[in-house]
């Protein structure tokens, strides 16, 4: 059992002692601060039987108060369960009254930080601006996991309702930190709720509507292609047209995963292997894919070939991913008014990559999942069987033929 004492540890240079709580549990001593100050007239020296001294507090008012407050304590000791097995620090963490100003704020940071840590930093930019939101919304930087009660989080979508997107999108991120943080700060096993309230268990998100379909006809893919470009725009148009023939000879991959390859991905049979990078942190299989590089495009790798780690040079031309694609899309858009044709981005060529699959060269669903590294319906099934990535080649180049005539 906890052994609880009121003791003052030090002077302050204001005269003042700072009053303190000392639990002392399992051989470790740990302190709480009550937020109490006594000064001289509140203390009184006490003598062991060696003539030791130490100073005590005396003043009647304080000394009560830390007396309900240990009285707290012991009814939250008895209410738990094997707080025996804990240490101190993790006591005292359960004790410590601050639990009801954990900031959801500083969690969301962190949590932030952790999608960088597992380079998914592409999701980063939506948490940060759902994080401005709430906070535009309540008028202040500091949220508490405290103030985002059913009431608040549902005035708060009401908020967004001019935007399908964003009151479906952002209390959903918000759901996925809050969830988070109470995974990690609650602990069940002993009784220890640091985050008392869950607002999601009242408040209903809206539906997201589906996407509009960014795919194009084989026409409209065959006219972008065959836009010529001068060889002074060799960095810019040009640049943007063999970006987004990589992309849709490669099965529709993303443009974040074209960015991120590494010279390990590539085999000698030219053979491309890797890891979808905005899955690859919650998959089972870490979205692994493989795929052979068609002959078309074969030039390009070494056009565009990297001099470090990576397997293609645009991460030495720009600092990120979504820098990348941006510039692409920028140099798109001329080329499509150049085209004539309604503007596309480098999502409309994976999309495109896979209504041409099912619909002209009759895949099926699951065919079409299975070369976008998207996850299956049949996750238990896919444990026995061992994947034949030769399927993804023979599509794409079923797809090939249709857009390009390839034989």
């Not at 941006?326 to 858009?333: E, L, Q, S, Y």
């Not at 699959?357 to 061992?386: F, P, W």
């Amino acid at each position: 059992m906890a052994k609880f004492s009121i003791c003052i540890r030090s002077k302050r240079s204001d005269g003042f002692y700072p009053v303190y709580i000392r639990v002392f549990h399992n051989k470790s001593t740990q302190y709480i601060k009550t937020g109490f100050l006594v000064n001289e007239k509140g203390i009184r020296a006490v003598y062991d039987k060696d003539g030791k001294k130490t100073l005590e507090v005396s003043d009647k008012r304080v000394v009560k108060e830390c007396l309900l407050r240990i009285d707290q304590y012991v009814n939250k000791i008895n209410s738990s369960v094997q707080t025996n097995l804990m240490s101190s620090r993790d006591l005292v963490s359960m004790l410590d009254n601050n639990d009801r100003y954990l900031s959801f704020t500083d969690y969301t940071m962190k949590y932030i930080g952790m999608l960088i840590n597992q380079n998914r930093d592409n999701s980063t930019r939506n948490f940060k601006t759902m994080l401005r939101s709430i906070q535009k919304y309540m008028g202040k930087q500091n949220i508490l996991f405290n103030d985002l009660t059913s009431m608040v989080v549902q005035g708060w979508i009401n908020s967004m309702m001019g935007s399908k997107r964003k009151c479906s999108l952002y209390p959903s991120l918000m759901r996925a930190v809050f969830n988070s943080g109470v995974r990690e700060l609650n602990d069940y096993d002993y009784n220890i709720i640091r985050i008392h309230t869950n607002p999601f268990m009242r408040v209903k998100i809206p539906r997201e509507e589906l996407p509009e379909k960014r795919s194009v006809d084989i026409d409209t893919l065959r006219q972008y292609f065959d836009t010529p470009t001068s060889p002074e725009e060799e960095q810019t148009l040009a640049f943007a047209k063999d970006v987004c023939l990589m992309l849709f000879c490669l099965a529709g991959i993303n443009a974040a995963d074209l960015y991120d390859l590494k010279k390990t991905s590539l085999k000698k049979d030219w053979t491309l292997c890797y890891n979808r990078k905005k899955t690859r942190g919650r998959s089972s299989t870490r979205s692994y894919t493989e795929i052979n590089i068609p002959e078309r495009i074969r030039p390009l790798f070494e056009k565009y070939e990297g001099k470090k780690e990576h397997l293609l040079y645009f991460s030495k031309r720009y600092s990120d991913s979504n820098n990348f694609y941006k510039a692409v899309n920028k140099w798109n858009a001329i080329l499509c008014d150049r085209a004539k044709i309604d503007r596309l981005t480098t999502y409309s060529f994976r999309h495109s990559w896979a209504t041409i699959a099912q619909n002209n060269c009759g895949a099926s669903i699951e065919q079409v999942a299975m070369a976008l590294v998207h996850a299956s319906d049949h996750k238990i099934t896919e444990r026995y069987i061992r994947k034949d990535y030769t399927k993804i080649d023979e599509l794409n180049q079923k797809v090939m033929e249709k857009v390009f005539g390839e034989e």
